[in-house]
């Protein structure tokens, strides 16, 4: 979204289920280097063209007072079924929209409507209707690797539509703080108006919604982040059911794999995603799983890390079976049914009230011997708890200058306390003083 004070874009595996799209698995092409040996240059321009016509400019309009609308905001969005007219983007693209319009590449504008918004993982969904509407390939998004060339394309800053070029820069990124904890992280510049536009892969095939870019002065330094394509039509396809996000849970708190608990299993990778705890009677505990187990595989799909499992369930639709592969000690792998339930919404108690989420310290954290304490994992944005300087990573050790090791010494403390809550926290090797002033 176009926005003069923008620093965060955010205002800047499992089959894909049946319904919008269909992912096109990966191949190289006969000619890896594009080259136009009628100019005699290497481009991409000819791959690349059917897909920059599906990448449309969003105009926001709110209401006037006077009966009328007045534009508010632009961004970007992808058609991603030419036949239905529905065009992803980015939820905060359209947040405070009364009416809406699209233009084409060619030229058209098409009035559209809101289907649907999902705040978590920052996706939306508009419908518009027009004649022979381009349409976006998809990319499996779980079949990205680190270093693999993509292009960022979108309405930024004012322009016409602009395309940048870069690398995937890391996989299951989290933004310190956003409800997604998957992002796909590119150098490829993204800036304030690219919110909803696509991230391609080398084929023009869609990897990705650009979503939003870390920078203190609100320009790009080379830092975007991108919701996957995997997960965004997860989410597309439950908006366009459901107008809304039923959002599945299986009764686990999940962290990545340690050191220890991979040796104890005998495994010399650290993907998969540990578990924690299992909530008594969830489907988790039904389906055998137990504190200490690793989780490997998804739905047939190898798990990297916690945060991509995390949010591969958190996208699921409730009440679908999900296939767990688990690793249990030195044991054969495990393969279970669980049956995902709606997820139920998080007591607001303590720290979480203030919208600080944390975790017990890991060996993989490797922190020394005498920090003791609980790390924060998560803040939401604009929190009481976000705007304190408090980070995700830091230790919380005492809370009211009480120690504190524990989730329910943490939030029976923070529950007590009548004024701001004061923390002290372990951060790059030093203890600092924290006041949320709740």
């Avoid at 996000?245 to 220890?260: F, N, Y």
């Amino acid at each position: 979204m176009r926005s003069p004070a923008l620093a965060l874009l955010f205002f800047a595996g499992v089959l894909l289920p049946s319904g919008i799209g269909e992912a096109h698995p990966g191949a190289l092409a006969e000619d890896p280097v594009p080259f136009d040996s009628s100019r005699n240059v290497m481009s991409f321009s000819q791959i690349l063209e059917p897909a920059l016509k599906s990448v449309v400019l969003i105009e926001v309009s709110v209401n006037s007072g006077s009966g009328g609308f007045t534009p508010h905001a632009s961004g970007s969005g992808v058609i991603i079924d030419a036949q239905r007219g529905l065009i992803l983007t980015n939820a905060h693209v359209v947040a405070d929209g009364a009416k809406f319009r699209v233009q084409i590449l060619d030229g058209r504008w098409l009035d559209a409507e809101l289907v649907g918004s999902d705040t978590p993982s920052d996706i939306a969904l508009l419908h518009a209707i027009g004649q022979h509407l381009p349409e976006v390939k998809l990319a499996d998004s779980d079949a990205a690797r680190v270093g693999d060339l993509v292009f960022a394309v979108g309405y930024p800053l004012g322009l016409d539509q602009t395309l940048t070029i870069g690398v995937i820069s890391g996989l299951g990124r989290s933004s310190g703080g956003a409800g997604l904890d998957d992002f796909i992280q590119t150098d490829a510049a993204i800036n304030s108006g690219n919110s909803g536009g696509a991230l391609l892969d080398s084929q023009g095939r869609l990897v990705g919604i650009n979503t939003l870019i870390l920078s203190k002065s609100g320009g790009n330094i080379g830092i975007g982040f991108s919701v996957p394509s995997r997960v965004a039509m997860q989410v597309a396809n439950q908006l366009a059911e459901f107008g809304e996000v039923r959002r599945g849970a299986i009764g686990v708190v999940l962290d990545h794999v340690s050191e220890a608990a991979s040796s104890a299993a005998g495994i010399n990778s650290w993907d998969g995603a540990l578990v924690v705890s299992v909530e008594a009677g969830s489907p988790a505990q039904a389906a055998g799983l137990k504190p200490g187990d690793i989780i490997t595989a998804y739905n047939g799909r190898h798990v990297k890390s916690a945060s991509g499992l995390r949010t591969w369930i958190g996208v699921s639709q409730a009440g679908t079976p999900l296939e767990i592969t688990y690793k249990r000690g030195r044991a054969e792998e495990t393969v279970a049914t669980v049956k995902a339930e709606p997820l139920k919404p998080p007591l607001v108690s303590g720290l979480s009230s203030l919208g600080v989420f944390i975790r017990p310290i890991q060996p993989a954290d490797k922190l020394p011997e005498d920090v003791k304490g609980m790390i924060v994992r998560e803040l939401l944005p604009g929190s009481l708890g976000a705007l304190s300087g408090l980070m995700v990573g830091d230790v919380i050790v005492a809370v009211n200058n009480e120690f504190a090791a524990t989730q329910q010494v943490c939030d029976r403390l923070a529950s007590e306390s009548r004024g701001p809550v004061r923390l002290l926290v372990y951060r790059a090797g030093a203890l600092r003083p924290i006041i949320i002033q709740s």
